[in-house]
């Protein structure tokens, strides 16, 4: 059983368009996260939910919007997608809040490609 | 401010000893963990440190020095899977240093 499964796995699409990432987490962890690892590798924390509830945000446009319906899931909708969108989407969980000590589960990526 | 820094790139050869280092500056901190990216791959954890000194684990260790904002990544009888990114990461909103790429030539 894969512990962090996102879909889809490759998108392609064109500048201006609405797309969403899903994520979902069997492990029983009350966190989740979604990174973004631009073409430099740099990998950026975007979000983090704790138990449905929003506790990092990090300077992302408003074009970014996570929804997370219970704790088990985390989903990332992006609009009016632009060209430095482009980039490998992340989604992680871990069972501690920020000050713990939980280590990151990731899923395998969802490579997204703007034209 | 929140800063993380590490080598971009280091080059070693199959069989031999690499320390990879991340030097950070956060406002809060809980500790460090060290995390490996194969190319294409999702990052896996390696290893955590909370506390001053050196954590073992295998052919990988790593050092944390809390006073001078510092950790290493010791990696000992390189091997070619060894190649790979390395990724420091201050537990404090989780945020990731550059990443190190490391080649290991035969």
């Known amino acids: 059983d894969t512990a962090v499964s996102q879909t889809p796995k490759y998108l392609v699409t064109q500048m201006g368009n609405d797309k969403s990432i899903k994520c979902e987490q069997n492990l029983g962890h009350d966190t989740m996260y979604w990174y973004k690892q631009d073409s430099k590798k740099f990998l950026k924390i975007m979000f983090s939910y704790n138990n449905k509830e929003l506790i990092i945000n990090e300077t992302v446009p408003n074009r970014f919007s996570p929804k997370s319906p219970d704790k088990a899931h985390l989903n990332l909708h992006i609009n009016s997608l632009e060209l430095g969108d482009s980039a490998v989407y992340f989604c992680?969980?871990?069972?501690?809040?920020?000050?713990?000590?939980?280590?990151?589960?990731f899923g395998e990526g969802s490579r997204l490609t703007v034209l | 401010g929140q800063n993380i820094d590490q080598p971009t790139e280091m080059t070693a050869t199959e069989g031999a000893i690499v320390q990879i280092n991340c030097t950070y500056q956060?406002?809060?901190?809980?500790?460090l963990f060290w995390y490996q990216q194969h190319a294409g791959e999702a990052p896996t954890f390696l290893s955590y440190?909370?506390?001053?000194g050196l954590e073992e684990k295998g052919r990988f260790s790593s050092f944390l020095s809390r006073s001078k904002g510092y950790s290493y990544l010791l990696l000992k009888e390189l091997q070619m899977k060894d190649s790979a990114s390395y990724l420091c990461?201050?537990?404090?909103?989780?945020?990731f240093g550059t990443g190190t790429r490391l080649k290991v030539l035969a």
């Open positions: 956060t406002s809060g901190f809980n500790g």
């Open positions: 440190n909370v506390l001053d």
């Open positions: 990461a201050a537990n404090y909103k989780y945020i």
């Open positions: 992680a969980s871990s069972q501690d809040r920020l000050s713990g000590t939980g280590e990151l589960f």
